[in-house]
């Protein structure tokens, strides 16, 4: 079976970076990791604070889109990354859609879009997927860091 996601009101709505679930990355308050993400197209630079106090998700998405900013130069290189850590962070941060990811077990999970082939499924279904392969990625860390706890917990118990 696959889980598809996109909209926050839709069951699994937790796994959109739109979704109302801050964290805290580099020393900084973000509302959302879309916040983080589309700021980090602009790290060190005043765009970058001005996209983290976005006040919403889509408005940081339309000021990370906007190519009149100065987009840094490794940004192909890195994004892929930067989404990564923003979304590890969301679900170590927040336990209640943690368990919601865990939950979801060994099933695909697809962000179901129109038009982004590169972190949705695109329209045809044909994208790259990569915001659903990097909740994948994450499910399955957290599975092993959850498990390597319980793990010393009992040694240290005995």
């Known amino acids: 079976m696959t889980i598809y996601f996109y909209s926050v009101r839709d069951a699994y709505g937790c796994f959109s970076n ?24 602009f790290v060190g630079t005043e765009h970058e604070e001005q996209t983290r106090l976005a006040k919403t998700p889509k408005q940081a998405a339309e000021m990370g889109r906007n190519r009149s900013r100065p987009l840094r130069a490794d940004w192909e290189v890195v994004k892929d990354a930067v989404m990564r850590e923003a979304v590890l962070q969301k679900f170590l941060t927040h336990h ?6 865990l939950e979801t077990g060994d099933e695909e999970l697809v962000e179901q879009t ?3 082939y590169y972190w949705g499924c695109g329209t045809d279904g044909t994208g ?3 915001l659903g392969q990097i909740l994948m990625e994450v499910r399955a860390e957290i599975r092993t860091h959850l498990a390597t706890t ?9």
């Open 114 to 116: 129109t038009y982004d």
């Open 128 to 130: 790259k997927n990569m």
């Open 18 to 41: 739109f979704s109302p679930h801050s964290i805290e990355l580099n020393g900084k308050w973000w509302a959302t990791t879309e916040h983080y993400f589309q700021a980090q197209k």
């Open 96 to 101: 209640d859609i943690q368990s919601l990811l």
């Open 150 to 158: 319980l793990e010393e917990d009992a040694t240290h118990a005995g």
